[in-house]
């Protein structure tokens, strides 16, 4: 069974930053990517980065490139988010999520069909 925990959200002012992890079990790392995504309030759930846990490659949307960078560490089975710079915008709910890679995977690494869900953690921004 796919088990992911995300942790590290709160509050930090407008370029303030935040270390989001995911811990993950239940699965085989070669097999799967995990995503971050988010939810802000009346918007809907949008794809934030990604990373392929075999070979370390990652995605990022355009709203948080070069600002949030995205690692994991294969041995602990923990996914984390660096998040600098940050902006009121990324306020939100920050999921992590687990999919196994595929070929439709590739195609766009953050589309929200992930099968397995965290529970989320708050991340406010003031501004």
């Known amino acids: 069974e796919v088990q992911l925990q995300a942790s590290g959200g709160g509050l930090v002012q407008a370029g303030g930053s935040l270390r989001l992890s995911c811990a993950a079990s239940g699965f085989s790392f070669n097999d799967y990517a995990i995503g971050w995504f988010r939810q802000a309030p009346g918007k809907e759930r949008e794809g934030v980065s990604c990373?392929?846990?075999?070979?370390?490659?990652?995605y990022y949307s355009n709203s948080v490139k070069g600002r949030f960078t995205i690692s994991s560490d294969n041995a602990k089975k923990t996914v984390n988010l660096q998040m600098n710079s940050l902006k009121p915008d990324d306020t939100a709910v920050y999921y992590c999520a687990a999919r196994r890679k595929s070929v439709r995977w590739l195609r766009n690494p953050l589309e929200n069909l992930y099968d397995d869900w965290g529970q989320g953690t708050q991340v406010t921004v003031s501004s």
């Open positions: 990373i392929s846990l075999s070979d370390g490659s990652t």
